[in-house]
């Protein structure tokens, strides 16, 4: 079974940054898809930024575009969001996620594992 566990979420101001960690389990990170999804009160779960097996592509909702970085170290087994230029649209529970079989990175059915969330929280 694979594990994640996010960290890095807390309250922020308007403008600044927060960098998100996703620590994973397993000895085949490097097989593993790695998504960001988000889900705000009353929201359902949307999809914030992908990134393939080796890295080379990644992928951005247009909220987000500009703003976050998603990476991955897979030396370290951690995927991470590195958050700029945060608005207040952006609070939200932020979730991680895997994926090892093919498929479209960027749809949230083709994840088979979730973290259990982090709280991110942009004041105005």
């Known amino acids: 079974q694979v594990q994640l566990v996010e960290s890095g979420g807390g309250l922020v101001q308007a403008g600044g940054s927060l960098r998100l960690s996703c620590a994973t389990s397993g000895r085949t990170f490097s097989s593993y898809a790695m998504g960001w999804f988000r889900q705000a009160p009353g929201k359902e779960r949307e999809f914030v930024a992908a990134?393939?097996?080796?890295?080379?592509?990644?992928s951005y909702a247009d909220s987000v575009k500009g703003r976050f970085t998603i990476s991955r170290d897979n030396a370290k087994n951690t995927v991470y969001l590195q958050m700029n230029s945060l608005k207040p649209e952006d609070t939200a529970v932020y979730y991680c996620?895997?994926?090892?079989?093919?498929?479209?990175?960027?749809?949230?059915?083709?994840?088979?594992?979730w973290g259990q969330g982090t709280q991110v929280t942009v004041s105005s």
């Open positions: 996620a895997a994926g090892v079989r093919s498929g479209t990175i960027t749809y949230i059915g083709y994840y088979n594992y």
């Open positions: 990134i393939s097996r080796s890295g080379s592509i990644t």
